[in-house]
């Protein structure tokens, strides 16, 4: 590692801007990371100490309106089977997720015009009146700011929104023309504005991603200083336009999560099934680099498998309770330790 590296590694420690070029230099130049993980780990240390979050994840609906190109429940392809759960159904998940320990719940689909307003406010109020010490957060896509606020209203506490991506043309490569960069960056503000714990992020080594792409990224990031952000590796699959795109690295995913870490110090960032995926001890690389989350599914089995965003995605056989006691295991073994807590942002 170079002086001026380090140099840039320092100042984000610091809480310091980078100009595009730094982020671009720190962001693509090759160099060895061990100085930046440590950095990122300390920085995570200072403010969570070895506290990891658990959310407790319920994908609620694979049916979604929109057919952006990476996905695989994009409207297009007809080789998934589609489901929907029954709000009986969500409010067992989190019935069954509270018992294990769970103190937010993660409603997360597709663009289901089925989940109306109305009703999601109202699934939303009823796991807020049973669980009063829980953290509602929802992951529903793009609304508008008369249904966002509706849901905040009625008890949502935080909402996750990745961007996907902020550089403006890579955007139109990823999603199809009747999607609209502008309003995405809309909603992520509306959202702010409501009152939700907001998080955004984006895929790492997506399809035509260029290193600009990621220094703009972390520069959106920067301005936008959300309390969440999730990252991951981008994984083909194999019923989408990008199927034969390669996947994203484990190298370059690592190296973002300690950058964010850096440059949002106090951020909720979680070590996600996507990193668990591209490899065996992803997660738990993840942790020790910065991430703070874990987002173990609590959606029922039989469902797992078609909530596939990605090829060959974990825990799709395992129960809720399996997967936290496999993850108190990895977070241990990495030097960490779950907590229970609604964990609610410190930024
Ligand atoms: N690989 C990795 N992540 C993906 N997502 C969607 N498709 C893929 C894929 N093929 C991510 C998107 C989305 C989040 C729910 O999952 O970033 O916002
Ligand atoms: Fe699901 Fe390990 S976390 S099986």
Redesign the pocket.
């Known amino acids: 590692m170079n002086a001026e590296v380090q140099n840039i590694i320092d100042r984000l420690a610091d809480g310091d801007d980078l100009s595009i070029n730094e982020w671009i230099k720190i962001i693509g130049e090759d160099y060895d990371t061990t100085y930046l993980f440590d950095r990122a780990d300390g920085i995570r240390r200072k403010y969570y100490g070895t506290d990891v979050y658990i959310r407790g994840l319920i994908e609620i609906s694979n049916y979604c309106k929109n057919n952006?190109l990476?996905?695989?429940?994009r409207r297009d392809n007809e080789s998934v089977e589609r489901y929907r759960l029954s709000d009986e159904e969500i409010l067992e998940c989190a019935s069954s997720g509270y018992e294990l320990g769970f103190r937010t719940f993660v409603l997360?689909g597709g663009e289901d015009g089925a989940f109306s307003t109305k009703r999601v406010e109202s699934i939303v109020s009823s796991i807020k009146e049973k669980y009063s010490d829980c953290a509602v957060t929802l992951?529903l896509g793009e609304r508008e700011y008369e249904d966002y606020k509706m849901w905040f209203d009625a008890g949502a506490d935080r909402y996750?929104?990745?961007h996907?991506t902020a550089n403006r043309e890579h955007y139109y490569i990823l999603h199809p023309k009747e999607m609209s960069y502008e309003n995405r960056k809309r909603c992520l503000y509306d959202l702010k504005k409501i009152g939700f714990q907001v998080g955004c992020?984006?895929?790492v080594g997506?399809p035509f991603q260029e290193v600009e792409c990621l220094a703009e990224d972390m520069m959106f990031i920067r301005e936008f200083k959300p309390d969440m952000i999730?990252?991951?590796?981008?994984?083909?699959?194999a019923a989408?336009p990008?199927s034969d795109c390669e996947?994203?690295t484990l190298d370059l995913t690592l190296k973002m999560l300690a950058l964010l870490r850096l440059t949002c110090q106090k951020a909720l960032i979680p070590a996600?099934t996507?990193l668990g995926t591209i490899h065996p001890a992803g997660r738990e690389m993840g942790l020790k680099v910065g991430a703070n989350v874990v987002m173990p599914n609590l959606s029922p089995v039989g469902v797992r498998e078609k909530y596939s965003?990605?090829?060959n995605k974990i825990c799709t056989n395992e129960e809720a309770a399996e997967c936290i006691r496999c993850l108190e295991r990895r977070v241990e073994g990495a030097g960490y330790k779950i907590v229970v807590s609604k964990g609610d942002s410190k930024v």
């Open positions: 952006c990476y996905c695989g429940i997360q992951s996750l929104l990745r996907e992020g984006f895929m997506s999730g990252i991951g590796p981008f994984i083909s699959h989408t990008f996947n994203g996600t996507a965003l990605y090829d």
